[in-house]
């Protein structure tokens, strides 16, 4: 008899909030309050949103999120704990999970809250649903999928090449990657020959 079909939640599906969104959106600035509203949308049109207040006034930073879910309300906060940087410059936000106390940069919403990865069983990233075969065509051709990416850059409408006679950073550095990965594809090829 076969084996039911075990199709996983993918945590590159589902809501997420990130704290290198929220520090670019200036929610983490130093004593202050600010309060928006994210909002996720797919091919342009808007399928999620949720109010959030951060507030770094007092001794516990915190955010606070609201939200409905199924037309159920729902408000709760997320504590923020600043770790120094290993660089030595600065300190790194990170959310406090409020199921598993654990740190983390991201918190994922599967069912009623936005909680820490190792919150919820059953749940993988995309790349860990791939048999074995399309890793490792992904791991050795995938290179060949970017060198793609990059050319398309480089050749659509307004990309500038030069600037007063020399060539832009950014056209220098996608000839750069373009001739890293032709150089790793090549050598794969030579390796199997």
Known sequence: ??????????FDEVL?????????????????TKTGVITWSR???KYASISIKADT????????????NNGVPINYRICIEYVPS????????YFIC?????LCRKLYKIG??????????????ERQTYSKNTRFYIKNFGCDFEVERYYEQIYSKHFRTH???????????LKAKIKELENISDEFFYKKM
């Open 86 to 93: 290993n660089l030595g410059i600065g300190n790194v936000p």
């Open 98 to 102: 409020p199921n598993t106390n654990k």
């Open 16 to 32: 997420n909030i990130s704290t290198s969104f929220l520090k670019k959106h200036g929610y983490f600035k130093q004593n202050e």
């Open 57 to 68: 006034t007092g001794t516990t930073h915190f955010i606070e999120l609201d939200y409905k």
């Open 112 to 125: 009623d809250y936005f909680l820490h990865r190792t919150a919820f069983k059953y749940c993988m990233y």
């Open 163 to 173: 600037y007063n006679g020399k060539e832009t950073k950014r056209y220098k550095k």
């Open 43 to 45: 091919n342009g049109s």
């Open 1 to 10: 008899m076969g084996k039911y079909a075990t199709n996983p939640i993918l």
